[in-house]
């Protein structure tokens, strides 16, 4: 408990937090595929879809292609493991309470490049 109150972890939790949900944002606004954003602190997601007008859930094996490019690009993120069929569509995100900037800019960037490479 002292390092993460002697560290700050809290605050740069809630600072990097913020910061990543603006990029992840941002790759929204550039991939069609993300058909929606949300979390707290380093706890986020980027829903998948095939379509947002009806937000019909991506194909998951597209999603974990996703996850697995992600993974040989060194970086690891999760996807929803629900028992529901079909409905394991949102890439899940929680690094570290140290991330620093450069840290979610690596993540983000090897998700841009994956979510490119996978959906085009």
């Known amino acids: 408990m002292a390092i993460i109150e002697e560290e700050d972890l809290l ?3 809630v600072a990097m937090g913020d910061y990543m949900l603006d990029q992840l944002r941002a790759l929204k606004d550039k991939h069609a595929v993300i058909g ?3 979390g707290k602190g380093l706890f986020l997601g980027a829903e998948l879809v095939s379509d947002r007008a009806s937000k019909e859930p991506a194909p998951e094996k597209q999603v974990q292609a996703v996850v697995a490019d992600c993974m040989a690009q ?4 999760g996807a929803t ?3 529901i069929p079909g409905f394991n569509n949102t890439l899940c995100y929680s690094p570290a309470l140290i991330a ?3 840290d ?4 983000i960037s090897a998700t841009d490049a994956a ?4 959906f085009g």
């Not at 060194?74 to 993120?77: D, E, L, Q, R």
């Not at 979610?104 to 993540?107: A, E, K, M, P, T």
Request: positive net charge; charged residues 25%; glycine residues 8%.
């Open 74 to 77: 060194g970086v690891i993120i």
């Open 104 to 107: 979610i800019n690596h993540l």
């Open 81 to 83: 493991n629900r028992s």
């Open 11 to 13: 605050g740069n939790t």
């Open 36 to 38: 929606d954003v949300r």
């Open 100 to 102: 620093t900037k450069d």
């Open 115 to 118: 979510l490119t490479r996978v």
